[in-house]
């Protein structure tokens, strides 16, 4: 984790926000693909359950996702390998790239579901023209309980997709890759919880198709607090934690980064 983060924090910007977009469309891919399966079978489960297909993309071609890069570039300051510059301006350029794939993704979904705008995209576009407005207005209506709820979401969610970043690294495999990332990849999905990434795809798309949610209903409601709280989620409980109990010799190491195998990528 300590060596992954100093590559991450290493790349060049062009790297992480061809990276980080990869990484966004990637991830709405699946998005789409989920709540398909969820208006074909009414079981949200078997969305769920291949939906960790679209973040081993990521994991076994090493593209840049902000939820995992939470935990692993503070293990690497940590261990003092890096600064806080370098984990911040890793973090806003992955942000950027993974909202600029998100939203390209978006566009394009919305030609094809609805025709150019011919149709209302059918049960997927009645799924995620709820999903945008459960996901926003629905917890503005709680107020500050609302707020604090999508919070909390945001945390249960990225303390187990952060623990899809580390069984990535777990294994020189890409089989075992695979394997590793998709448990906790399906725990979070199958729960609910919030994700920023996947909501940078799912609200917007929500909005093309006609849902009743604005840009200051998705960021004040959503986008902002499910950041921070997949912010806390993987530094506290998975950077922090995994460092302190398996990182004290990883300060100061002098071994050469380049040789982690895929060290970017989550």
């Not at 025709?115 to 503005?140: C, I, M, N, Q, W």
């Not at 934690?241 to 895929?262: I, K, M």
């Amino acid at each position: 984790m300590v060596e992954s983060g100093v590559v991450k924090a290493a790349l060049p910007m062009l790297d992480l926000l061809v990276r980080g977009g990869l990484a966004g469309a990637y991830l709405a891919f699946v998005t789409s693909m989920a709540f398909l399966l969820f208006a074909q079978t009414g079981q949200f489960v078997v969305g769920a359950l291949l939906f960790p297909a679209g973040f081993a993309l990521i994991v076994v071609l090493g593209m840049e996702l902000l939820t995992g890069n939470f935990a692993i570039l503070p293990t690497a300051l940590f261990a003092g390998r890096i600064g806080v510059g370098g984990m911040l301006r890793n973090w806003g350029l992955v942000f950027l790239g993974n909202l600029i794939g998100s939203l390209i993704y978006a566009v394009l979904f919305w030609i094809a579901a609805t025709e150019a705008g011919h149709t209302s995209g059918g049960p997927v576009g009645d799924k995620l023209r709820a999903l945008a407005v459960s996901k926003t207005t629905a917890y503005e209506a709680f107020g500050a309980a609302g707020m604090l709820t999508v919070f909390t979401k945001a945390i249960l969610c990225n303390w187990m997709v952060s623990l899809g970043s580390v069984m990535g690294l777990a294994s020189t495999s890409t089989l075992g890759k695979i394997l590793g990332a998709w448990l906790p990849i399906f725990i979070f999905v199958s729960q609910g919880f919030e994700h920023s990434v996947v909501n940078m795809f799912a609200i917007p798309a929500g909005m093309l198709l006609g849902a009743h949610v604005t840009l200051a209903d998705w960021w004040l409601w959503n986008e902002i607090p499910v950041t921070l709280g997949n912010a806390v989620g993987a530094f506290v409980f998975t950077g922090m934690t995994f460092y302190v109990t398996y990182g004290r010799g990883a300060r100061g190491s002098s071994q050469d980064a380049t040789a982690v195998p895929l060290a970017a990528g989550r």
